[in-house]
């Protein structure tokens, strides 16, 4: 691929950014507060995170409708500096 070996920003297999070596919390937002999930992992430099499926569907199922018009949602925490 023409310039890709010139690219700055590009990353050799193997050298991960530090939010890739983290397991972070997964929290569910409801009834206007925060319930711990679970945890995930990042698998990618774009933010792409991997969790359990049971993670993702206990918070719907208890609370579809929220999620739906933006009561409720899921989220990760990360804090950087």
Do not use: C, N
Not at 21 to 47: C, K, L, N
Request: aromatic share 14%.
């Amino acid at each position: 691929m023409a310039g890709y070996e010139s690219d700055p920003g590009r990353r050799e297999f193997g050298e991960y950014v530090d939010l890739q070596r983290t397991v972070v919390p997964v929290v569910s937002w409801e009834d206007e507060r925060f319930y711990p999930q679970g945890s995930a992992v990042s698998i990618g430099i774009g933010g792409w995170f991997i969790t359990a499926k049971h993670i993702l569907e206990d918070p719907q199922r208890r609370s579809s409708r929220e999620l739906r018009d933006g009561r409720a949602g899921l989220f990760i925490i990360w804090e950087f500096d």
